[in-house]
């Protein structure tokens, strides 16, 4: 499913050479395979179908957010993961009908749940009783009922980097499990709200399905004892976290492994089985293309300078992310780099003691399984624009995203009239 590789000592992206994007669009920028995120989505769903009887793909939004990937991803029947009202009108907007999206998050607001009672949305996914209670209010003015599904948090150790675990009892996410049960009945009396499925999420890029397999466990005990009570739960939600190989030494469960596993405990429930994969279906479809700036020899280190930044790529500054990193043009990996960007901070490095080919300035590399968290956390640190994405799909490629200009990055300050 790699749809990066080289042909003629030069790296491609399906049948485009990565060089000849770069002859024409400034670095750094994102080039996304459009091959690869349909791979990624019809291993996901299609294992998902072959091992349970009703099961829908919400893509979580937040790990890519571009309308092209979303527009993709809709033709290929996906629905989405939304957590503000900014991502379920981008939903919208690309295609994605309104009952196949769900809504998460610890702090929506009454604007928010309004936008989404009035769009009628497939699910709203409750993580609190003071949030349902707002709910209740606005649908129960409007005259509809909310299909809500409680987040449950199972208390379960993700076993993943402590910042993207969300399922343990300390963290912020979801309802004590044990309380679900009053909190059901107590909705299903309500005028406003329709309790429709239980929706759990452990955490992110998790390379173990034990945690998983204690989720999706707790998710079943809670349903049985939910009928017991008469109330009648049709989705279970189990959230995203399927992990992917950022380095070779990684282990991560295939779809069809993950599916065996959820078709196995949640498969006779005779609900429909909700998935809301962000990173595996984009991270490995997409590298960060930039440039070596120069490089510098201290007395101790070699640096490879690039001209992307943490403010491009942040996941190596803030959780300690491994991306693979390559040369554009094929060489032998003799050399030693601490490969970093040109921002004011010593954690704006991408990594250190890389294997690389003798680099000089103007050189082309890639950041590997850069599709997830990459562009959609970017920002405008030390006031560099937004970068440009580039869709490639056979040998042809489109700018899905203009790289900002001065002129973009100023359009919203204001000058104090004071000044
Ligand atoms: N559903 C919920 C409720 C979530 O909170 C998340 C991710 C997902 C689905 C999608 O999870 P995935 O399949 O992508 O693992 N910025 C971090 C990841 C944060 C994940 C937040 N929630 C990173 O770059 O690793």
Redesign the pocket.
Known sequence: MNAFHYQNGQLYAENTALYDIAENIPTPFYVYSQQGILDHFAAFDGAAKKHLKQALTCF?I??NANPSVLKLLAQAGAGA?IVSGGELLLALKSGIPADKIVF?GVGKTREELTLAVENNIKQINVESEEEALMLDEIAALAGKKAKIALRINPDVDAHTHYK?T?GKKENKFGIDWEKARSLYRLFSESKGLQPVGIDV?VG??LLDLEPFEAAFERAAEIVYSLRDDGIDIRTIDV????GVAYQPIDQAPSPEMYMTLAGRILGNLNCEIVF?????LLAQSAVLVSRVVRVKQTETRRFLVLDAGMNDLI?PAI?E?YHDIAAVKEGINDHSYDVVGPICESSDTFGTDRQLPAMKAGDLVVIKTAG??GAS?ASNYNFRPLCAEILVNGSDYAVIRERQTLDDMLALTRSAPWL
């Open positions: 979580a937040k790990s993961d998460s993207i969300t999420h992110s890029q959230g995203g976290g399927l809301e994969p962000g990173r595996f996941r959780y992310a997830a968290y956390m």
